[in-house]
């Protein structure tokens, strides 16, 4: 079966860090562009930031860009979500996804077929004081 599996997710105050990992099962991320969405309770899932498969370019959202890094290591299947200076408003569940690519450059877009069609658990983060 492939999937994706979040982890590290976690209770923190303002201003404080996480470190979000995306373990792929069953493939190789190798050649796939991988995304990172949350949702807030009684919120729509949103993108947070993207990485490419191939140069390993990186696209971020608004209100995360100067906090949080995206970076993936390959020979460990996985993508990792560096957050700093975390804020209330970054609370939710925190998922891993293999996203659509325009011409070769990630984006933001759920690839939404098999055999990725399906979303993880996810991680929950709550940011606190």
């Known amino acids: 079966q492939l999937q994706l599996v979040e982890s590290g997710g976690g209770s923190v105050r303002p201003g404080g860090s996480l470190r979000l990992s995306c373990t792929a099962s069953?493939?190789?991320?190798?050649?796939?562009?991988i995304g990172w969405f949350r949702q807030a309770p009684g919120k729509e899932r949103e993108g947070v930031s993207c990485?490419?498969?191939?140069?390993?370019?990186?696209n971020y959202t608004d209100s995360v860009k100067g906090r949080f890094i995206i970076s993936r290591d390959n020979a460990k299947f996985s993508v990792y979500l560096q957050m700093n200076d975390l804020k209330p408003e970054d609370t939710a569940v925190y998922y891993c996804a293999v996203v659509k690519t325009v011409q070769d450059m990630c984006t933001m877009v759920f690839i939404g077929r098999s055999p990725f069609g399906s979303w993880g658990q996810g991680t929950q983060v709550t940011v606190s004081a």
């Open positions: 069953g493939f190789a991320i190798d050649y796939y562009a």
């Open positions: 990485i490419s498969s191939s140069i390993g370019t990186t």
